[in-house]
């Protein structure tokens, strides 16, 4: 049936072909779709219904219908509040800046621990949040319904990010791979100050305010009034959030290549 | 008429009523009120009551089994949540098309846009009341009832195209002009393909007909009648593929497209009731009517209401084939209807109606009945 037809066969009025033949294959479509209909009826069957898909003749876990689009599924988040380091990442990364770094119960007063709060109004689903997450705590999940009835319920704060990491749904496993020539931390030594403002505020405490030695003054030269100690970079714990940069007073952390 | 009839019924249901009411009255109310006059009246309006209730009832059960046939042809389900499986969806759809404004177009004709859905439900509704379904639903015994039946079929192209002139629609008046030229090609095998069926049972009377398929239906010998009378049957229905007045692919809706609510419904309706009573057509004249094989075992034939029950199995059936028609083939053109009308179906339907001549006259009809019978 599939094959074009001959231009003798475009003119001919042939029952054959123009009657018979679509309704065989019309008649034989009905008898296969008489025992199983290509409709899932959705509220009441779903594909991910373990039952239902040894019906259907799909192992569980399997990808459904055309492509992989099962397990690589980006639906609604999970986030792991115990493992956020508050790193801000993720709301780096979005696109839609529909991640809010919100306070949640649990850290110092005078550094409170802050974990994403996500606008599904604004979401696009890209995933590109749980690419970012360094602790792999802000995951992808196979859930796709989020009806609500406001738009303020589209807001789904930690806590309820957390509920839905508790329910232990099937994760989209795609994570990035760091490069390996990724970009650094370095500092500029003469604007230190040694205030230490970085190393506090890193999330994943890999700064250290190491002690410099005191320069002697020169005749008629004055010190600069600082604290003689600069801040020391872990490359291997840095999770390149940039916070540090973003509290220098001085602004004296950069960017910079890996030599 | 068999005490069983569908006017028996009817007469006796109301004489009851009538007679009860009338002895609880007096004097002078009684004898008004149980006057034959009276009961003759009311027990006409009760059978066309049963009537309408029949047709309307099985042409919303038509367009069920429609859309569950033609679901299951395209990889669907069909109506699934109202009622068991879909079944009230379509009374659904209709009260809500009867709760709907009924409006008409600033420029059209008044007279004209109502007056044409209205006659085209009419017609199709006196064919319901024309046509036998069993020994005691008919409306008594007309000697020219085949005539008479695809005479009032033939009146819808005249409503549409007043209809769709009313409009003032260019898209309603080229699916009427449509639907005239379309009659043009299909009426003339259709009536042949009957002429057929008329030579070989020796009568214009559908219960005749029906009575002359005891022995054998139809359908074997007058096999090329069959084919001709539903392919001609489509086109008198304007069922795909020969549905070109409202081709909604070219012409909006066809004639009926400034049309809304219950005039809409009106249309529909009647286009099923259509191919509902195309379907009996079909069953009376070459599947036996409301009678079964003798091979069938009794205790399947001999229920009450068996007549009945077998008759809609067999329409149901038809009109499946109808379904399977549509969801196979594509609409032709006009040019193509015209041809395979005047250059196809003609010459075959005159050569069904020689063969019939022939097999009367050689006697050997039975040979080709399909179905074994005491008779033969």
Known sequence: ?259 | MSSLSLYGVSFDLVHLLLTSIGSVLPYPLDAWITNGTLVLVLSVLVFAAILLAASMINTIVLIWWERKLLGRFMDRRGAMHVGYAGLLQNFADGLKLFRKHTFKPAEADTLGFFSGPTAYMVTSMILFGVLPISTGWNSGSLPLSLLLALAIFSFAPLFIFVSAWSSNNKYSLMGGMRSAAQMIAYEVPLLLAVVAVVIVSGSFDLTTIVTEQQNYWFWGPLFLALVVFVAGMLAEMERIPFDLPEAEAELVEGWNTEYGGMLFAFFMLADYLRGLVGSFLVVLLFLGGWTMPSWVPGALTNFPLAGIFWFLVKTYLVFGLFVWIRASLPRVRTDQLLRVGWNRMIPLSLAAVFLAAALVTVKCLPVFGCLPSPGV
């Open chain 1, 1 to 259: 049936m599939t094959e074009p037809l001959t231009a003798t066969e475009k003119t001919s009025d042939n029952p054959i072909l123009w009657v018979a033949k679509p309704m065989v294959t019309a008649a034989r479509q009905f008898a296969r779709s008489l025992l199983h209909p290509s409709t899932v009826v959705y509220p009441f069957e779903r594909l991910e219904d373990p039952k239902f898909r040894t019906e259907v003749g799909i192992e569980s876990g399997k990808p459904i219908g055309v492509g992989p689009i099962w397990d690589n599924y980006r639906g609604v988040h999970a986030l792991n509040i115990d493992t956020c380091i508050s790193c801000n990442l993720c709301a780096f990364s979005c696109p839609d800046l529909c991640i809010d770094m919100v306070t949640v119960p649990g850290g110092d007063p005078k550094h409170p621990k802050k974990c994403p709060q996500i606008d599904y109004g604004k979401c696009s689903y890209c995933g590109f949040c749980s690419d970012a997450c360094p602790e792999g705590c802000l995951s992808m999940t196979t859930r796709y319904e989020l009806s609500v009835h406001s738009r303020r319920e589209m807001v789904f704060p930690p806590e309820k990010l957390f509920g839905i990491y508790q329910q232990k749904l099937p994760m989209n496993p795609i994570r990035v791979e760091r490069p390996a020539n990724e970009d650094r931390i370095v500092l500029e030594p003469p604007l230190c100050i040694g205030c230490n403002a970085c190393s506090r505020d890193c999330p994943t405490n890999c700064i250290t305010m190491m002690e410099i030695p005191k320069p002697e003054a020169k005749p008629g030269e004055k010190l600069p009034k600082r604290i003689w100690k600069e801040p020391v970079i872990n490359d291997s714990d840095c999770v390149r959030c940039g916070t540090c940069i973003s509290v220098c007073p001085k602004e004296c952390l950069f960017w910079g290549s890996r030599k």
